[in-house]
């Protein structure tokens, strides 16, 4: 087992700062905009609303996602993420933190069919041997190939 952190250097490129589209899915809207600007590896962070979310979490003993769907009128707190290629098109990793309108938060790992509401976002472009996410058979989750 390794038991140092498994990093690749990367240069700023590109930063795009732009409005989230009303009613369409968050992540395949994410994704939509780097495959059409040509982006492969990207950070970035978002800010806004949602009027629908699927979200949910690992379980670690059985390797798959738990996730559940919730429709209400709902704030993004935080969401943070990373852009990078699975099979040759653009993937979305993202957590996100929401809260309720009577202020009760909860959040994990962000899912499509995640409606938007508004929502504005930052994304920095990252330029350098580019990464792609791989089973691990170690965990069971799609890393990267580091």
């Given at each position: ?20 589209p ?20 990207a ?9 629908s979310v ?59 069919e995640?409606?938007i ?19 691990d ?10």
């Amino acid at each position: 087992m390794n038991d140092k952190i498994s990093c690749k250097e990367f240069k700023h490129g590109r930063i795009f700062t732009g409005r989230l589209p009303h009613g369409v899915d968050l992540v395949q809207s994410i994704e939509d905009f780097c495959r059409d600007a040509s982006i492969n590896m990207a950070t970035f962070s978002l800010i806004g609303a949602l009027s629908s979310v699927t979200i949910g979490s690992y379980d670690q003993t059985q390797q798959v996602y738990v996730s559940f769907s919730k429709h209400a009128d709902l704030e993004v707190l935080s969401c943070t993420g990373n852009i990078s290629i699975k099979d040759g098109s653009p993937m979305v990793h993202a957590h996100i933190v929401l809260a309720d309108i009577d202020g009760k938060t909860f959040g994990g790992h962000l899912f499509s069919e995640s409606i938007i509401f508004a929502g504005e976002i930052e994304i920095q472009e990252l330029s350098g041997e580019q990464l792609e996410r791989n089973h691990d058979t170690t965990t069971g989750l799609m890393l990267w190939n580091i």
